[in-house]
């Protein structure tokens, strides 16, 4: 289910919007249509953050009205059912919605709804009908006051620089592992200071909060800088955004006339003197604001850094690590990923040059004598850089000097060696993954994985505090998914396959234990699935667990999450183990819905935000594929593998491990027919 949320839930009253997911796209237009009419709008793709529960109840209370969006869906959904039945005890004003044409309410939704007048939302038209009573029955229920009016970004029509928070341009936004942007400001009171974990308002995932506070998520930089000018743009073409100077102390009475796209002031007539003047700062690119003609020009200045070649012109020391550190995230260092990207124009040479420029900033820390601690640091950034690179190799050489490092030099800091264990079981894992989907598993890198995996447990038993309890958790997960590779292989007289289960099964359920005191659901619903595969294929207590962790997902994250994807396709598998093929068949469906609709918003949204040439995007390209190819829907599988074939070659070259992996599936049979009767169809036209 999906409950809509757009604004934070706070004492101001506002119109809750109360929707089953296969509904969301008619919504959002709804919320954009009554926030544009001035009301204030709450939906749970925003907001959802934290105790799901809590945030359905505040979004509930604080409503002044509720737009009750009805379907077999939502009368299906047990989290509508809760929500819906508590509007109901509350006693508030519910206008009912039908979204699904030719519907009648039945059971509990039937008696809720009562004789309830319907107003008519099954396809756009009929609501851009029924939208003007919809507004006579709200009044001024949920209105904003004047100053609060919301207005929509002015970007030919595009959200890319709107907070899906709070629906304007974003202010300081803040990325969170799962990649998705928000307002500084709009996240602070989803987790105020202190918070452990921060729910996505958007996808869901839980993230552990940095130092307990929002505001240590890492800025996206590009993402700032893409708003600003396009405000200056809107200023230049008589738009309502205003500035006032940056530069000096007159501040808003003076008239802004340039921008410097260096120090990134905004500049009066009198700072655009000293700007000229000034040794250092007339080197600067400047954009002057010719706002009477509605134009602007640039300076003939020295090009910026990103059309240089940056292993030439940025000076190693200082430069170069200032923008490291600017765009490095533990998670997705995205950013600093795609100014590699653009400075060779998205060409697969990219990577090496990264890589070697990189090596050779730790070789020049080295020669200039900096400190060991500052040197360990840097390698274990750059490593995880080369991680999130797919430079899998690259990344185990310096962690392993890194480890090496911390123990001849730094006296093997526990709790940093537990970081650098972590970090390489990790890359192991991702490497694993990618071997396997190419169908070839090496088992000295699963021995390799595993060893790292639990030297990491032993030294993570040993701290203390919840932070480092979560930590424990995440490592006994991840050493559990080690030894279920393991089982694959079969063992050896080093470790058998029954001695790994057993192993594998006391590290999940210490795991799950972990995760549930400290309230990670999400984590939990994922430890107990990955419990299941430990258990007798098609057994009893399997499916037991597994529609339990269902559950948990459906609170959590919602009933479409790339999580309830894969247990939709675990409940699949193991009803088609016990040859009950009709059961079978029902998940099957549901789960091709579920990963149709989380891969396709996903690189429609990776896409918007990233360019079509992305690590992302590659990954869920070979997503769609395979969801089609499960389908046995060739032709449709074969296109989304071609386009896969053509960002992974140019991601990371034709002999990179990805690309063969693509490579080897064009050359099924199948998909070499359907290649020649495209090639035939298009010569013929």
């Not at 970007?155 to 928000?182: E, V, Y």
């Amino acid at each position: 289910m999906a409950t809509s949320q757009n604004d934070k839930v706070s004492p101001t009253k506002h119109v809750m919007i109360s929707y089953q997911w296969d509904s969301q796209k008619r919504m959002i237009k709804l919320r954009d249509k009554l926030k544009e009419a001035g009301y204030n709008i709450w939906m749970d793709i925003n907001h959802m953050a934290g105790d799901t529960l809590a945030c359905m109840a505040d979004a509930v209370e604080n409503a002044d009205a509720i737009l009750m969006c009805v379907s077999k869906r939502y009368q299906d959904s047990k989290s509508c059912k809760k929500e819906a039945e508590y509007a109901f005890q509350k006693d508030k004003v519910i206008i009912p919605l039908k979204v699904e044409e030719n519907f009648q309410p039945t059971g509990w939704l039937g008696l809720l709804m009562g004789t309830a007048l319907y107003y008519q939302a099954h396809s756009d038209e009929m609501l851009d009908k029924t939208f003007s009573d919809v507004l006579k029955e709200l009044g001024d229920k949920g209105k904003m006051a004047k100053q609060e009016k919301w207005l929509p970004v002015q970007r030919g029509g595009s959200k890319a620089l709107q907070c899906p928070i709070c629906l304007l341009p974003f202010k300081n936004p803040k990325m969170l592992p799962c990649m998705h942007r928000f307002c500084e400001e709009c996240l602070v009171p989803l987790a105020p200071t202190g918070t452990k974990y921060i729910s996505c308002p958007l996808c869901r995932k839980e993230s552990s909060v940095p130092k307990g506070d929002v505001r240590q998520f890492p800025t996206d930089f590009h993402l700032k800088e893409l708003v600003e000018e396009e405000a200056s743009k809107q200023q230049l073409s008589g738009g309502e955004v205003e500035f006032s100077c940056t530069c000096c102390e007159m501040g808003k009475q003076s008239r802004v006339v340039a921008k410097c796209q260096d120090c990134k002031h905004y500049i009066c007539d009198s700072g655009l003197s000293a700007h000229k003047s000034d040794e250092k700062l007339c080197q600067h690119k400047l954009l002057l604001f010719d706002v009477a003609k509605g134009e602007n020009t640039e300076t003939k200045q020295k090009p910026t850094a990103k059309a240089e070649k940056p292993e030439i012109k940025l000076n190693m020391e200082t430069e170069w690590w200032g923008l490291f550190d600017a765009m490095y995230d533990d998670d997705h260092s995205i950013n600093l990923l795609r100014f590699w990207i653009q400075c060779y124009n998205g060409e697969s040479q990219w990577q090496d040059m990264m890589v070697n420029h990189y090596l050779s900033c730790l070789d020049e820390l080295k020669t200039q004598g900096n400190d060991q601690e500052t040197l360990a640091k840097r390698q274990q950034q750059i490593a995880t850089v080369f991680k999130q690179a797919g430079q899998y190799d690259k990344a185990i050489e310096l962690i392993e000097k890194a480890l090496d490092l911390e123990v001849k030099e730094l006296g093997g800091r526990p709790e940093r060696l537990g970081d650098l264990y972590f970090l390489i079981s990790d890359v192991y894992s991702e490497r694993l993954n990618s071997i396997a989907l190419a169908r070839n598993v090496d088992p000295d890198m699963v021995q390799q994985y595993i060893k790292h995996a639990r030297n990491c447990l032993n030294l993570r038993r040993k701290a203390k505090g919840d932070d480092q309890k979560f930590k424990l958790a995440s490592i006994l997960r991840s050493l559990s998914h080690a030894l279920r590779n393991w089982i694959d292989y079969g063992g050896d007289k080093t470790l058998s396959a029954q001695d790994a289960k057993t192993e594998s099964m006391k590290h999940i359920e210490e795991a799950i234990k972990l995760f549930t005191k400290l309230k990670a659901k999400g984590n939990v619903a994922k430890c107990i699935m990955t419990k299941s595969s430990l258990l007798e294929a098609g057994s009893e207590e399997k499916e037991k667990l597994l529609r339990k962790a269902l559950e948990m997902c459906d609170e959590v994250y919602g009933e479409v999450s790339r999580l309830s994807g894969m247990l939709l396709w675990c409940m699949y598998v193991l009803f088609h183990t016990r040859k009950d093929f009709y059961e079978a068949y029902k998940w099957l469906e549901k789960c091709s819905q579920v990963r149709t609709k989380v891969h396709t918003f996903t690189y429609c949204f990776c896409n918007e935000v990233y360019g079509e040439v992305s690590r992302l995007s590659g990954m869920l390209l070979w997503c769609m594929y395979v969801l089609f190819h499960t389908r046995k829907d060739f032709y449709e599988a074969y296109k989304w593998l071609e386009k896969c074939s053509q960002v992974r070659t140019k991601l990371y070259g034709e002999h990179h491990l990805h690309s063969q992996m693509v490579y080897t599936e064009l050359n099924r049979s199948i998909y070499r027919e359907i290649a020649r009767k495209t090639k035939e169809a298009e010569q013929k036209s």
